[in-house]
């Protein structure tokens, strides 16, 4: 049986990987400045995460949400103490397009309203309503195409106060860096404008913190550094550092009711496990101080370099904007220098979500091929 050929793949099989590092077939080691699409947040193989996971497998690795599972309460305290977000309640899921579905579900039940507000260029996922609020006509089928999206401009608060006024709007859904789109951000006053306008206008503020949660940026969440507390933030990718997890925060406005949402998988013992893994690597080594040191230290560097129009993004969500388009270069820096980046919608930013253990070091290795190849 054939693969359902949807992914364009580089030639590389790895067979295993151990911190900022993954191994292939062949024997060569590359440094991964990917992170496997901002999902490796506290390093490959982390040996708090391994045990943790395989102990957990080894108690019990699943049961239904018809039972108790006081992990997942030990997770929702957790994500409180370390994001600092107060009076929110935690419903888990499996992934970042879930968790944006679920958050938009909950928005329209809410509200009583059904269309979305989202921004050009955004990226939330390819379920049916977060695909449909996915600026990108080519993976919007008829079927989602049915959800009605209002598609505004990043930073254009007049827009969007035009399509609220219609009062027809559940949700604005929005990254507060955009990541698939290619790192831009807007101000804070737009982001606390949006704040304003939600209420003002009975919708729901989603943050779609899927790629920028869990210490990527430098805060916990990419929001806070704008001092808005959105209605739901979703989180999935460096949640579990590899296992498939994902959630939501729900202010504490929005009433559960039971059967309202609900998932087999979510929450499971072994996803609860390994986000605990990941929270307490987090804080033990001060990994979001780490994410904001070397973030420093990258955008220093940077400045040297010849063709370089921007450095942008934060944290360690950052993108390197040339004055041409970097598929060949991401090319060589994987097949001659064996270094993972990413791209991104626009086709001359380079992409680097490197594991939030990163050093110094790696980053000196990564700029001297850069330097070599421009
Ligand atoms: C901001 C954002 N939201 C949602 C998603 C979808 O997440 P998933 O692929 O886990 O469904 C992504 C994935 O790249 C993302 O970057």
Do not use: W
């Amino acid at each position: 049986m054939s693969l359902f050929n949807v992914y364009p793949l580089f030639d590389i099989t790895p067979v295993s990987a151990k911190g900022l590092f993954v191994f292939d077939n062949n024997g060569n080691n590359y440094l991964d400045l990917y992170g496997g699409h901002a999902v490796i947040s506290i390093g490959h193989s982390h040996p708090e995460y391994t045990n943790a996971i395989s102990e957990q497998v080894r108690k019990l690795g699943f049961y239904s949400n018809s039972i108790k599972n006081p992990l997942q309460e030990d997770l929702a305290t957790k994500i409180k103490e370390l994001s600092g977000c107060e009076n929110y309640q935690l419903f888990l899921c499996n992934s970042g397009a879930e968790a944006n579905e679920n958050a938009l579900k909950l928005a329209s039940f809410h509200t009583g309203k059904s269309k979305v507000l989202a921004f050009e260029n955004g990226f939330h996922g390819r379920t049916s309503a977060a695909v449909a609020a996915t600026d990108n006509a080519k993976i919007i089928a008829p079927i989602n195409a049915q959800q009605k999206v209002d598609f505004v401009k990043l930073g254009d608060l007049t827009a969007v106060e035009t399509v609220l006024k219609k009062n027809e709007t559940c949700a604005i859904i929005i990254e507060c860096i955009q990541g698939v789109g290619g790192l831009d951000e807007s101000t804070t006053a737009f982001y606390k404008g949006l704040e304003r306008l939600s209420k003002e206008y009975n919708t729901i503020l989603i943050a779609d913190e899927v790629q920028s949660g869990f210490g990527r940026t430098g805060d916990f969440f990419a929001f806070q550094k704008h001092k808005i507390n959105p209605d739901i933030i979703s989180m999935a990718k460096g949640m579990g550092n590899g296992f498939p997890v994902g959630g939501i925060l729900i202010d504490e406005k929005i009433k559960a009711s039971f059967g309202l949402l609900g998932t087999t998988f979510g929450g499971n013992h072994l996803a609860c496990a390994a986000s605990l893994a990941v929270l307490k690597v987090i804080e033990n080594d001060n990994l979001i101080e780490n994410a904001n040191s070397i973030s420093n230290y990258f955008k220093e560097k940077a400045q040297s370099l010849p063709k370089l129009k921007k450095v942008k993004g934060r944290g360690l969500m950052l993108g390197l904007e040339f004055d041409f388009p970097i598929a060949p270069l991401r090319e060589a820096l994987i097949y001659k220098h064996h270094i993972f980046t990413g791209s991104s919608k626009n086709p001359n930013v380079l992409r680097i979500l490197p594991p939030l253990t990163i050093q110094e070091k790696h980053i000196d290795q990564f700029f001297e091929a850069l330097h070599e190849e421009l």
